[in-house]
């Protein structure tokens, strides 16, 4: 599937290129949409176990950069984008 001819024309090469920036573009945007739904669902979780709502979803930024193999900091830019 990502194997790369060496022996591939430009034009075919270009076209390997764009094929994999629409799949890498689905894909994040497919991520951003689970990333979206499971914040949903850990509110609706510690809402219905009667958390507090300033602690609701502590933690889930951390879990989410875990998750997508980044550094911690970064969850809750990936948490905004979702």
């Known amino acids: ?9 430009e ?3 270009r076209a390997a290129v764009e094929r994999f920036e629409r ?3 689905a ?3 497919a991520q951003a ?6 914040a949903a669902k850990r509110q609706a979780a510690e809402e219905a176990a009667g958390v507090r709502a ?7 930024a951390s ?4 998750a997508r193999q980044d550094a911690p900091v970064k969850g809750n830019q ?3 984008f979702a």
């Open 63 to 66: 879990e989410v950069a875990l």
């Open 78 to 80: 990936h948490l905004g």
């Open 23 to 25: 799949l890498k573009s």
């Open 11 to 13: 034009a075919q090469l």
């Open 54 to 60: 300033a602690k609701r979803g502590k933690g889930l």
């Open 1 to 9: 599937m990502f194997d790369i001819d060496s022996a591939a024309s």
């Open 33 to 38: 949409r689970a990333t979206a739904l499971w």
């Open 27 to 29: 894909a994040a945007a």
